[in-house]
């Protein structure tokens, strides 16, 4: 029987690298004298506004994506409702138990005004002056007269007062100073009459 070698195991002998001789080196430092590095080139003036145009349409795209999402959720609308500042607050209507402790005697008619036979521009000038003193004064209840329309100075201005008084007291100038007002009993001049609950000057 022929004997079997074992395989041979050991590493291949190492591959020298042939020494150039001195005709290959100077053939090869001559080549790799000529060899220049790439250099990148400089961006054109055009071509930069072209970059930093694109970059700002991208961030407003991110802004405006983002400003989207934000909105899609519902905004909660607050609205409340108050008066203005320095607005003159409403009138109030007397009660029927004022007008009759008025009508009565009960509560007491603390001054007078008669604006029987003057003209417009007048009774509205001692209508102001009266309220504005009897207020500062510190007077609740007071009685404007302004008469039926059966007399007065002129012609023209029969009649006129009564209807005028009333609506002069819902002007803000008024409303200042008086809380409301309403048609005074027989005894105290009926429907030419007056009764007017004062607001006290702070």
């Known amino acids: 029987m022929k004997r079997v070698r074992p395989p041979d195991l050991s590493p291949p002998p190492s591959r020298r690298r042939r ?7 100077a053939l090869w430092e001559t080549v790799t004298k000529q060899i220049k590095p ?3 080139r400089p961006k054109t003036k055009t071509e930069a506004l072209e970059i930093a145009v ?14 989207s999402v934000r909105s899609s959720a519902p905004a909660k609308q607050i609205t409340v ?3 203005p500042k320095n607005a003159p607050p409403p009138l109030v209507a007397l009660g029927r138990r004022e007008r009759s402790h008025l009508a009565r005697g009960r509560k007491e ?13 007048r009774a509205h000038r001692a209508l102001i002056g009266f309220l504005s003193r009897a207020s500062e004064d510190g007077l ?7 008469g039926k329309g059966r007399s007065g100075a ?3 201005e029969r009649g006129v007062l009564r209807r005028q008084v009333p609506e002069w007291l819902g002007l803000p100038e008024f409303r200042s100073l008086v809380v409301g ?6 005894g105290h001049g009926g429907a030419g009459a007056l009764y007017v609950r004062l607001r006290r000057a702070r």
Do not use: P, W, Y
């Open 109 to 121: 008619i603390e001054a007078r005004l008669d604006l029987h036979g003057m003209t417009q521009a």
């Open 81 to 83: 409702a108050s008066r």
């Open 140 to 146: 609740t209840f007071v009685l404007v007269i302004t």
């Open 38 to 40: 790439l250099r990148r």
């Open 181 to 186: 007002f309403e048609e005074a009993s027989i």
């Open 19 to 25: 020494a150039l001789d001195s005709e290959e080196r």
């Open 154 to 156: 002129l012609e023209s």
């Open 54 to 67: 694109q970059a700002n349409e991208e961030a407003a795209a991110e802004k405006t994506t983002a400003g």
